[in-house]
């Protein structure tokens, strides 16, 4: 029988010679349907932009959360941003760009984690270190529940103390809220942390929480970001480790994904799209791996675009790009950067 030809299609052609050569860290062989929008974040009073944390979207599916840490006047400056200043970290903007809510002046020192549940209430964590502290400063280790207007509705967490018990945090780095109140924590910022996720009841009653440092299943190494698809699994950006973990809303642990990069981020939409934000894959954390926000199927696992971060060197060990990234009902990306202090907004121009 004679033997008949292989095709293969391009993509694929390119990734088998990159596997050959051993260069396969420039091969991301995915498509690109997005344009940048620039210069679209517009602060008021003439506000410089800090250092972008996590995005997420209003339940209207049209206004656009994100924690702008405070600071932008020393470049420099990074870990205690909002220290010393009246500027609002928490804000909110209209399709356009433009600032129509604000709130949170000196409540925080280093804000990063936010989420807006179901009813509109405004979630954000403090993960400032301790060692970031000053000596009898009252704020860090908390995570807050706000109206939408900015009021105070609910705080977890000893103020200024670190701690593993059910009530307390270390540096909590994001949170995310169910359909029924749930409330779930990754508590800690990096390896010196807690490395565990918290879950409490909607009152804030503690209910369960598991994970240590390490680099097993259930196990993580940095864990700092969350999010809940419709299928109701939790998604852990286990980013130390370079994996997406994936857990039910009990604890048992499913799966993990490493096919997204480094993941700093993870954001579902209601199209069952899953867009992973990769903000640190350089030749000593991932080698092989670019910087960017990869874009696929919630349900599998597929990854199907890449927006690559044209900035990304992978010799230079620093964050870059969309540490967080989040989708509106019209498809539009925002991508919160803190290495660059910019907060972009992506359109989809083709199919």
Request: hydrophobic residues 35%.
């Amino acid at each position: 029988m004679p033997h008949l030809p292989i095709r293969y299609h391009k993509h694929e052609i390119i990734l088998i010679f990159l596997l050959f050569t051993g260069t396969l860290a420039l091969a991301q062989p995915y498509p690109n349907p997005y344009r940048e929008v620039e210069n679209w974040a517009k602060l008021p009073n003439g506000r410089t932009m800090g250092a972008v944390g996590k995005v997420t979207i209003d339940p209207d599916g049209e206004h656009i959360w994100a924690v702008i840490r405070c600071d932008a006047a020393e470049p420099g400056r990074f870990g205690n941003e909002c220290l010393g200043s009246d500027l609002d970290p928490i804000l909110k903007f209209d399709q356009e760009g433009n600032v129509v809510q604000s709130f949170g002046s000196g409540m925080f020192i280093w804000p990063h984690g936010i989420d807006v549940d179901k009813d509109g209430n405004v979630w954000v964590t403090e993960a400032v270190s301790d060692d970031r502290i000053p000596k009898g400063d009252p704020r860090g280790h908390q995570v807050f529940k706000f109206s939408s207007e900015g009021e105070v509705l609910m705080t977890l967490g000893s103020p200024g103390v670190p701690g593993t018990d059910d009530y307390e945090f270390n540096s909590p780095a994001d949170v995310v809220i169910t359909d029924n109140g749930d409330i779930f924590i990754a508590d800690g910022h990096g390896q010196d942390t807690n490395n565990r996720v918290m879950k409490y009841s909607s009152d804030g009653t503690f209910i369960k929480s598991w994970g240590r440092t390490g680099f097993g299943p259930g196990e993580f190494k940095s864990l700092h970001g969350l999010a809940i698809d419709k299928r109701g699994r939790l998604f852990v950006a286990d980013r130390g480790n370079n994996r997406l973990q994936i857990f039910d809303q009990e604890g048992n642990f499913i799966a993990q994904w490493t096919q997204f990069g480094k993941p700093s981020g993870v954001f579902f939409d209601d199209n069952d799209t899953i867009y992973v934000s990769d903000s640190e894959s350089d030749n000593i954390q991932n080698p092989g791996w670019e910087m960017g926000i990869r874009i696929g199927d919630a349900h599998l696992g597929w990854v199907h675009y890449f927006i690559m971060l044209p900035t990304g060197d992978p010799r230079n060990k620093r964050t870059n790009g969309a540490e967080f990234v989040a989708a509106d009902k019209y498809g539009n990306l925002y991508g919160g950067e803190p290495g660059p202090r910019k907060l972009k907004k992506y359109v989809r121009v083709r199919p």
